[in-house]
């Protein structure tokens, strides 16, 4: 059973396009987040969700808009995608606080 | 406050040499440090964690060190292995999230 799952696993589309990624957990952990990785392995905070709610919203476009219908699932909707988005996107969960976090195998996104 | 320093961001070892990773931070609330090891194509695992009532927590081949005082902690890694080859990342609870260092690429030679 995969504890964190994210589909697709690759994503290439045109500029301007909207598109969405899916997770789920199968942990029962209480929050949920999304990380962006860049081509340098940077790994940045996105959002993260408790419960279904939102608790932190980093400087992040409004083009991105996480979207958590229940505890066991975080999706990511980006409107009118840009060349920068382009990266690789991954989704955690944890039991907080100060719990290790157990991440999905990632989104690869290629906007071209 | 939030930042996680990590150095290095690249390390080659011949297999069987030990490999150290050292993190800094500057911010006196952090209590939780992980360590993630990321093989390509594949999301960051955890390999081994800290919290700071303790000083040191060994795994078989791995070790972490905490230092609260000098606000800094260590991935200690003996007898590596080729498999052992990825990137390592540091990071600490900051806040409702975890903040992680840059990296280190760790490669192994056989």
């Known amino acids: 059973d995969t504890a964190v799952s994210q589909t697709p696993k690759y994503l290439v589309t045109q500029m301007g396009n909207d598109k969405s990624i899916k997770c789920e957990q199968n942990?029962?952990?209480?929050?949920m987040y999304w990380y962006k990785q860049d081509s340098k392995k940077f790994l940045k905070i996105m959002f993260s969700?408790?419960?279904?709610?939102?608790?932190i919203n980093e400087t992040v476009p409004n083009r991105f808009s996480p979207k958590s219908p229940d505890k066991a699932h975080l999706n990511l909707h980006i409107n009118s995608l840009e060349l920068g988005d382009s990266a690789v996107y991954f989704c955690?969960?944890?039991?907080?606080?100060?719990?290790?976090?157990?991440f999905g195998s990632g989104t690869r996104l290629t906007v071209v | 406050g939030e930042n996680v320093e990590q150095h290095p961001s690249t390390l080659s070892v011949q297999e069987g040499d030990s490999a150290v990773i050292k993190c800094t931070y500057s911010?006196?609330?952090?209590?939780?440090f992980p360590w993630y090891k990321q093989e390509l194509g594949k999301g960051p695992q955890l390999i081994i964690d800290?919290?700071?009532?303790?000083g040191e927590k060994k795994d078989q081949r791995i070790a972490v060190t905490l230092n609260k005082t000098a606000k800094h902690f260590s991935l200690h890694i003996t007898e590596t292995q080729p498999e052992d080859s990825a990137v390592y990342f540091c990071?600490?609870?900051?806040?409702?999230?975890?903040?992680f260092g840059a990296g280190t690429r760790l490669t192994v030679k056989p």
């Open positions: 911010d006196s609330a952090s209590n939780y």
């Open positions: 800290i919290r700071s009532n303790v």
């Open positions: 969700y408790n419960n279904k709610e939102l608790i």
């Open positions: 942990l029962g952990h209480d929050t």
């Open positions: 955690a969960s944890s039991r907080p606080p100060n719990y290790g976090y157990t």
């Open positions: 990071a600490k609870q900051f806040n409702n999230d975890m903040r």
